[in-house]
């Protein structure tokens, strides 16, 4: 005879009906609800409490079976827990044992050293009065027989006389090896001076206050590497920007023959390159400005990544090395830290991508943006300080985000490429030439660059035109000139 359920039991099973979570929780814990209470919890969560149900079917076919699957796997569960501890106990027993061997080896065998050591120690006295009385004996031996011979004058004079020989001769062949040596020498020198005047051409007439003899480190420098230029805010006509690279030899064709550019950064461009007639002139002024900025973030960008992967084959990193890593995966915007996506988005940006935007979106450095914003690249913001333009329509509140200098508009560009949303194919393309071991070329990639522009691919269209016409793939390979030191032009 089946056993009659009570209002409560009744109302536990309209819980476990309707799946109650805060009722099972309680029952999970073992405390004890009275009546009320759950009727409280069934009101509050919307179940309406009928007069008269019968639920011995349901609990019988699906709550029990339920409940005995649940408290089994449980149970299977902890036998899991307490094999697995039983494991871990005996690797531990093992390895305590192991070490103790171990120690006690090493003991013995340290022992056994001072031993040694204190046998040889003992020795050492013995040794060296045995020593001592060996010279001591030699020396009073040779000095007695010294001093018993008898000199025979002749042939004291004979060794007298070819000493002296012997020392002239040594002398005139010394001085003569001097003299050859500083014939050598002197026409060296007269090369080097030749080649000074080319020197100081490049140096721009160092301050004067430099010592004579500092100038020989200074031409060993010169020849060997390029110095940095960074020149500030100075609001340089373009004339003298052009007067300038004439000055330093800085070349297009060649950089286009050499793969070489010297880095010279200019932090802003000349308000009157609109003004120049020829527009090859224009166009040539401004990538020798941008060429520059773009080889330098690019190369940056390779350095970081090579470190990137040094620290994923490591085993263990520093903590220097983990906070670099916190401050990469922020900068790129990955989540998770999941290193593959920082290898993916952690890449260069073809030179002639960068080139070409830089020279649709600011006008070949021209346009407003560019002079008052050094915005090379036209990147919105709406929240950022920026210039707003003049023919934007009246329900948009974008901006063209502005910049202290050029090279922040190069980074915030590259970054932009390699974290936004919008560039995914872009990246995912770069990211099959690398595992093809192809060059990442820019006309391999403008294709994947529609959502730069609202005119989508009309806009890489004129991309393609701009590279092919202006040659900047030429400029790809490009790397810098290795720079010692930063020079700083003052106004």
């Given at each position: 005879?089946?056993?009659?359920?009570?209002?409560?039991?009744?109302?536990?099973?309209l819980a476990y009906i309707?799946?109650?979570?805060?009722?099972?929780?309680?029952?999970?814990?073992?405390?004890?609800?009275?009546?009320?209470?759950?009727?409280?919890?069934?009101?509050?969560?919307?179940?309406?409490?009928?007069?008269?149900?019968?639920?011995?079917?349901?609990?019988?076919?699906?709550?029990?079976?339920?409940?005995?699957?649940?408290?089994?796997?449980?149970?299977?569960?902890?036998?899991?827990?307490?094999?697995?501890?039983?494991?871990?106990?005996?690797?531990?027993?093992?390895?305590?044992?192991?070490?103790?061997?171990?120690?006690?080896?090493?003991?013995?065998?340290?022992?056994?050293?001072?031993?040694?050591?204190?046998?040889?120690?003992?020795?050492?006295?013995?040794?060296?009065?045995?020593?001592?009385?060996?010279?001591?004996?030699?020396?009073?031996?040779?000095?007695?027989?010294?001093?018993?011979?008898?000199?025979?004058?002749?042939?004291?004079?004979?060794?007298?006389?070819?000493?002296?020989?012997?020392?002239?001769?040594?002398?005139?062949?010394?001085?003569?090896?001097?003299?050859?040596?500083?014939?050598?020498?002197?026409?060296?020198?007269?090369?080097?001076?030749?080649?000074?005047p080319k020197i100081k051409?490049?140096?721009?007439?160092?301050?004067?206050?430099?010592?004579?003899?500092?100038?020989?480190?200074?031409?060993?420098?010169?020849?060997?590497?390029?110095?940095?230029?960074?020149?500030?805010?100075?609001?340089?006509?373009?004339?003298?920007?052009?007067?300038?690279?004439?000055?330093?030899?800085?070349?297009?064709?060649?950089?286009?023959?050499?793969?070489?550019?010297?880095?010279?950064?200019?932090?802003?461009?000349?308000?009157?390159?609109?003004?120049?007639?020829?527009?090859?002139?224009?166009?040539?002024?401004?990538?020798?400005?941008?060429?520059?900025?773009?080889?330098?973030?690019?190369?940056?960008?390779?350095?970081?990544?090579?470190?990137?992967?040094?620290?994923?084959?490591?085993?263990?990193?520093?903590?220097?090395?983990?906070?670099?890593?916190?401050?990469?995966?922020?900068?790129?915007?990955?989540?998770?830290?999941?290193?593959?996506?920082?290898?993916?988005?952690?890449?260069?940006?073809?030179?002639?991508?960068?080139?070409?935007?830089?020279?649709?979106?600011?006008?070949?450095?021209?346009?407003?943006?560019?002079?008052?914003?050094?915005?090379?690249?036209?990147?919105?913001?709406?929240?950022?300080?920026?210039?707003?333009?003049?023919?934007?329509?009246?329900?948009?509140?974008?901006?063209?985000?502005?910049?202290?200098?050029?090279?922040?508009?190069?980074?915030?560009?590259?970054?932009?490429?390699?974290?936004?949303?919008?560039?995914?194919?872009?990246?995912?393309?770069?990211?099959?030439?690398?595992?093809?071991?192809?060059?990442?070329?820019?006309?391999?990639?403008?294709n994947t660059l529609k959502?730069?522009?609202?005119?989508?691919?009309?806009?890489?269209?004129?991309?393609?035109?701009?590279?092919?016409?202006?040659?900047?793939?030429?400029?790809?390979?490009?790397?810098?000139?290795?720079?010692?030191?930063?020079?700083?032009?003052?106004?």
């Open positions: 005879m089946k056993k009659k359920l009570s209002y409560r039991d009744k109302l536990l099973e309707y799946n109650v979570k805060e009722v099972q929780d309680y029952t999970k814990n073992r405390k004890n609800l009275t009546t009320g209470q759950i009727e409280l919890i069934l009101k509050k969560n919307k179940i309406i409490i009928p007069k008269e149900f019968k639920t011995s079917f349901f609990k019988e076919n699906f709550v029990k079976p339920v409940t005995r699957l649940k408290s089994n796997i449980i149970n299977y569960k902890e036998e899991k827990i307490k094999d697995k501890n039983r494991l871990f106990r005996r690797v531990e027993n093992y390895k305590y044992d192991t070490s103790r061997k171990f120690n006690h080896g090493l003991n013995n065998l340290w022992k056994g050293a001072g031993s040694a050591g204190i046998n040889f120690l003992n020795v050492l006295p013995k040794l060296g009065i045995t020593v001592k009385n060996f010279f001591g004996n030699l020396f009073t031996d040779v000095f007695n027989s010294i001093y018993n011979q008898q000199i025979d004058q002749k042939s004291a004079r004979n060794v007298i006389v070819g000493f002296f020989v012997i020392i002239g001769v040594t002398t005139a062949i010394y001085s003569g090896f001097n003299a050859y040596k500083n014939y050598d020498f002197s026409s060296k020198k007269i090369e080097t001076k030749k080649s000074e051409k490049e140096a721009k007439k160092p301050e004067p206050k430099i010592k004579k003899e500092a100038k020989k480190p200074e031409l060993k420098v010169k020849r060997n590497n390029v110095a940095e230029v960074i020149l500030p805010d100075l609001n340089l006509k373009t004339e003298t920007v052009i007067q300038l690279f004439k000055d330093v030899d800085y070349d297009l064709r060649t950089v286009r023959n050499e793969k070489l550019v010297k880095p010279i950064y200019f932090t802003q461009f000349p308000r009157d390159l609109d003004n120049l007639q020829s527009v090859q002139l224009k166009k040539e002024t401004f990538i020798k400005i941008v060429l520059p900025l773009i080889v330098a973030e690019n190369e940056k960008i390779l350095d970081d990544r090579e470190k990137l992967k040094t620290l994923i084959e490591k085993k263990f990193t520093t903590d220097a090395e983990k906070q670099w890593l916190r401050q990469k995966l922020l900068e790129y915007k990955v989540k998770k830290s999941d290193l593959g996506k920082l290898m993916l988005r952690m890449d260069m940006i073809p030179v002639s991508i960068a080139l070409a935007q830089a020279a649709k979106e600011s006008g070949w450095g021209t346009s407003r943006f560019a002079l008052e914003g050094n915005a090379i690249f036209g990147q919105w913001t709406w929240d950022g300080q920026g210039i707003a333009p003049l023919n934007r329509d009246g329900d948009k509140n974008h901006k063209i985000l502005k910049f202290p200098i050029l090279r922040a508009s190069v980074k915030a560009y590259k970054n932009n490429l390699n974290t936004h949303k919008s560039y995914i194919k872009f990246r995912e393309k770069r990211d099959q030439l690398r595992k093809k071991n192809k060059s990442i070329s820019g006309l391999a990639l403008t959502n730069y522009a609202q005119t989508g691919s009309e806009y890489t269209k004129i991309l393609n035109q701009i590279i092919t016409q202006n040659r900047l793939s030429d400029f790809e390979p490009v790397r810098l000139v290795n720079s010692v030191r930063q020079i700083e032009l003052k106004s």
